[in-house]
């Protein structure tokens, strides 16, 4: 990503891209200066969320994501800010915010819903303790996962959001099938259409989606360690386990927080 900067240096999007991939590395202040370049040439709200996200998984401060979230200015407010400030203020646990900006997103989606801010939707419902609620939005999302996956079948994200909703069904047997289908697909021999490099990220997703099935359920220990490999290998980092709802019913238990705590951040 540094070398197509180099190349096309007026490009925002590759400059975006690499702030990402700094972030998902731990490097949060070269992220935060690619993501301000990157607003600088394309003007848009998308590398201002990012760096919404950036300052979260640094310093995990609410205020800071809300306060970042109102400065961008309302011309920029459109699809992509609001379903960004969804998935953003899901994060920090404002789950009522998180519903009113998925409604406002929804207000620019002209065809069928959108399949993650519904997701989010219904885990923020599950999260304010809303059992019908979030029972209706997961059986409104689940068609939509499904369908995904047969328009997508050599993608491992539509078995990782079907391991969420079947979770949230409490089908337990389905949602850990579905996990496993998803960690097979972070293998080159079951995956050629997988780009190179990108195993391990796709892992990564399928082991987080895996673990907080088994939490759910009560697998407590075989939850745990897959948390303690995954923290020790530098892949999850110490906020987002101590911070997202993700996680929420892991922390209850001693040893996910001290786990939670010797992660990189």
Do not use: C
């Amino acid at each position: 990503m540094r070398r197509a900067v180099e190349l096309d240096p007026r490009n925002g999007v590759n400059v975006t891209q690499l702030g990402v991939r700094l972030q998902a590395d731990g490097r949060y202040d070269e992220a935060e200066k690619a993501f301000d370049l990157a607003f600088t040439l394309l003007g848009s709200s998308i590398p201002l969320t990012n760096q919404t996200l950036n300052q979260w998984f640094w310093r995990g401060d609410r205020t800071a994501v809300v306060r970042s979230l109102d400065e961008v200015p309302a011309a920029l407010r459109f699809g992509t800010y609001w379903r960004s400030r969804q998935f953003l203020l899901y994060q920090i646990g404002d789950f009522v915010g998180s519903l009113a900006a998925g409604e406002k997103a929804d207000t620019f989606t002209a065809a069928a819903p959108d399949l993650r801010g519904s997701l989010f939707a219904a885990r923020a419902r599950e999260e304010l303790g809303d059992v019908a609620g979030a029972e209706r939005a997961y059986r409104i999302v689940l068609p939509m996962a499904e369908q995904e996956r047969v328009e997508r079948p050599h993608s491992a994200n539509p078995s990782g959001v079907l391991t969420v909703i079947y979770a949230g069904l409490g089908r337990r047997d389905q949602a850990l099938a579905t996990a496993g289908r998803s960690l097979e697909f972070a293998s080159p021999n079951e995956n050629p259409y997988l780009a190179a490099g990108a195993f391990g990220h796709v892992r990564v997703a399928g082991y987080a989606a895996l673990a907080q099935v088994q939490a759910r359920f009560g697998m407590t220990d075989e939850a745990l360690a897959i948390v303690k490999a995954q923290a020790a290998a530098g892949w999850w980092r110490r906020n987002y386990l101590l911070l997202s709802p993700d996680w929420s019913i892991l922390r209850k238990d001693p040893r996910f927080r001290a786990i939670a705590e010797k992660a990189p951040l």
